[in-house]
């Protein structure tokens, strides 16, 4: 299993980025997927997970209605939308698969 997460970045306060979790080695379609974010000093906190039925989603209480979550099942990929980000948004954020697999991690800071 291995999963590579791409698109962080520094983003301006009220911004927007996608986060993307590329996956591989197992049957992507068959499982769900979740993010996590770890900021400086805080234990890692859970974001957003989507089943692989019906695309059912969760969201934390922070994140909800700023942050969407998807996936694609033909190319093995979750996506993480982030708009009107906030200071507090800034975290190393990690995507979860099945098998207790994680992926490196993706810095997203915002900051003006």
């Known amino acids: 299993v291995q999963l590579v997460e791409s698109g962080g970045g520094l983003v301006q306060p009220g911004g927007s980025l996608r986060l993307s979790c590329a996956a591989s080695?197992?049957?992507?379609?068959?499982?769900?997927m979740n993010w996590y974010r770890q900021a400086p000093g805080k234990d890692r906190e859970f974001v957003a997970n989507?089943?692989?039925?019906?695309?059912?989603?969760n969201y934390a209480d922070a994140v909800k209605g700023r942050f969407t979550i998807s996936r694609d099942n033909a190319n093995y990929t979750v996506y993480l939308q982030m708009n009107s980000l906030k200071p507090e948004d800034t975290a190393v954020y990690y995507c979860?698969?099945?098998?207790?697999?994680w992926g490196q991690g993706t810095q997203v800071t915002v900051s003006s």
């Open positions: 080695g197992f049957s992507f379609s068959n499982y769900p």
């Open positions: 989507i089943y692989s039925i019906g695309s059912i989603t």
């Open positions: 979860n698969g099945p098998f207790s697999s």
